[in-house]
């Protein structure tokens, strides 16, 4: 089952970038472009600040109980082995 996830930003240079995130089966594949590109980046080892962002999205449709919290658990994991954190202003 596919399970996709769009959001955009403005980079430090002052760009549009948007950036998606797909779950299909169970591995999880980031990709991401700027506004002007006309091809996708596709990541390997996602972006740790994409990662986060993620996690944070995913956090807001599980809130809407429009998302398993496993999905949630399973990003959380990824961020933590990386060394990495995320915010929890107000989650859990």
Do not use: C
């Amino acid at each position: 089952m596919r399970n996709s996830h769009t959001w955009k930003h403005w980079t430090a240079d002052r760009e549009k970038r948007e950036v998606r995130a797909e779950k299909f089966g169970a591995k999880w594949k980031l990709q991401a472009k700027l506004k002007h590109d006309d091809r996708w980046t596709y990541y390997d080892v996602p972006l740790m600040d994409d990662l986060v962002e993620l996690r944070r999205v995913l956090w807001n449709k599980y809130q809407r109980k429009h998302l398993a919290f496993e999905d949630v658990a399973e990003i959380e994991r990824m961020i933590t082995e990386r060394g990495g954190t995320w915010e929890t202003d107000g989650d859990e």
